[in-house]
C-alpha cells in the first residue's frame, strides 16, 4: 500500500526554534516529495519539494532534508515565527509508482508561540 | 489571476438533498481531483480524473459522483447527502510531475 507516514500530528515551538516535521514512505517509486502548507480556513499551497537527486532544498527559512535509504524526509523551519503556525502535509508521487497522483500524509499542526 | 474556483464557499443542506459543488481551473491541467478534509484524518481523496473525458475513484468515493465534460470543470455531486458528509470539500489540479494547486474549499454541513 503506497503510505506517508507524518509525524508529530502536532507540534509546539517557542518563537526562535526550529520546527521539524518527519515523515517516512514505503513505495521506493516515489520520486517527487512536496510539503503543503495549509492556514485556517484556506486551501493548503505548495510550500517547498525536492526530487530524490539531492540530499537537501533550502528555501528561506525552509529546508527539506531527504534520506533516500532511509525512506525518510523531513521539513526543517529555522527561526519559527507565530505566522507560521498552520498546519503542514507532507507527500510524495512519481511516475514510476503508476500515476502523478500526490499521497498525503495526514498532516502536523504547528503552533508558534511568542 | 490563475487558479481555481471553488463555489459554494459553505453551504447547509438538510439530508437526502441533491448537492453539486463546482471547481474550474484556469490554468489547463489535465489532472483534477476531489479532496474531502476532515479532523485528524487529513486529505483523503474522493475522485480524480487523469485528463478530460475520464474519472477515477479514491480512497472514499461511495456517496459522491463526478464528471469531467471539458478541461476546466470538475463537478462533484453528492446525489443524497448524509450527516457523514459533513466536511471541508478542495478542489486541486496538477500538471504531471508538478504540485498541486488547491482551491479555498467548500465547508458543507449536512443536517
Known amino acids: ?44 499551497a505548495l510550500l517547498i519539494a525536492i526530487r530524490p537527486d539531492v540530499s537537501e532544498k533550502k528555501e528561506g527559512r525552509f529546508t527539506i532534508s531527504f534520506n533516500k535509504s532511509a525512506k525518510q524526509f523531513s521539513l526543517h523551519i529555522m527561526d519559527s515565527q507565530p505566522g507560521d503556525s498552520a498546519t503542514y502535509f507532507c507527500a510524495a508521487s512519481g511516475a514510476g509508482a503508476g500515476s502523478y497522483q500526490l499521497t498525503f500524509g495526514k498532516g502536523t499542526k504547528l503552533s508558534v508561540i511568542p | 489571476i490563475a487558479g481555481i474556483t471553488q463555489a459554494p464557499t459553505s453551504q447547509i443542506l438538510a439530508a437526502g438533498r441533491r448537492m453539486t459543488l463546482r471547481c474550474t481551473q484556469d490554468m489547463r491541467h489535465n489532472a483534477m481531483y476531489w479532496y474531502r478534509q476532515d479532523l485528524g484524518l487529513g486529505l483523503r481523496l474522493i475522485h480524480y480524473s487523469n485528463t478530460a473525458g475520464t474519472t477515477g475513484k479514491g480512497e472514499v468515493p461511495d456517496g459522491y459522483s463526478v464528471s469531467r465534460a471539458n478541461t476546466d470543470d470538475f463537478p462533484l455531486t453528492l446525489a443524497s447527502a448524509v450527516p457523514s458528509q459533513t466536511s471541508v470539500y478542495f478542489c486541486a489540479s496538477s500538471a504531471p510531475g508538478r504540485g498541486y494547486t488547491f482551491g479555498s474549499g467548500t465547508r458543507l454541513t449536512v443536517v
Not at chain 1, 506517508?4 to 521539524?20: E, H, R, T
Request: a positive charge; one cysteine or more.
Open chain 1, 1 to 44: 500500500q503506497q503510505q506517508v507516514k507524518q509525524s508529530p500530528q502536532s507540534l509546539i515551538v517557542q518563537k526562535g526554534g526550529i520546527s521539524i516535521i518527519n515523515c517516512a514512505y514505503e513505495n521506493t517509486a516515489f520520486d517527487y516529495f512536496p510539503w503543503y502548507q495549509q492556514f485556517p480556513g484556506k486551501g493548503p
